[in-house]
């Protein structure tokens, strides 16, 4: 069992930042990849970057370039640094773990709200 718990969100004015933070513990040696999601009020969950086991990541083109994943499986810690928020950010970010390479993701967190004023 995997456990992921999401720390570092807020309300932050548009164009500001925040660091989100994923902590891993359990049988994370079964993790392959680890995910951001989000969920805006009424709409689906959507992906917003992954990072593998290998330090590749990938990034939602929503993000690209504004959005930073960084950190270690192994070392069980996983950041999202988000730069440049904007009002339509705002969102539950879920951290997010799966056993594959690329999902379905398994482990999932409780979320934070990341709430961006315009």
């Known amino acids: 069992q995997v456990r992921l718990v999401e720390s570092g969100g807020g309300l932050v004015q548009a164009g500001g930042s925040l660091r989100l933070s994923c902590a891993a513990s359990?049988?994370?040696?079964?993790?392959?990849?680890i995910a951001w999601y989000r969920q805006a009020p009424g709409k689906q969950r959507d992906l917003v970057a992954t990072?593998?086991?290998?330090?590749?990541?990938n990034y939602a083109d929503s993000v690209k370039g504004r959005f930073t994943l960084t950190g270690d499986i192994e070392k069980r810690m996983v950041y999202l640094q988000m730069s440049s928020l904007r009002p339509e950010d705002t969102a539950v970010y879920y951290c997010?773990?799966?056993?594959?390479?690329?999902?379905?993701?398994?482990?999932w967190g409780q979320g934070t709200q990341v709430t961006v004023s315009s």
């Open positions: 990072l593998n086991r290998l330090g590749s990541t």
């Open positions: 359990g049988s994370i040696f079964n993790i392959n990849a």
């Open positions: 997010s773990a799966t056993r594959t390479w690329r999902g379905p993701y398994e482990y």
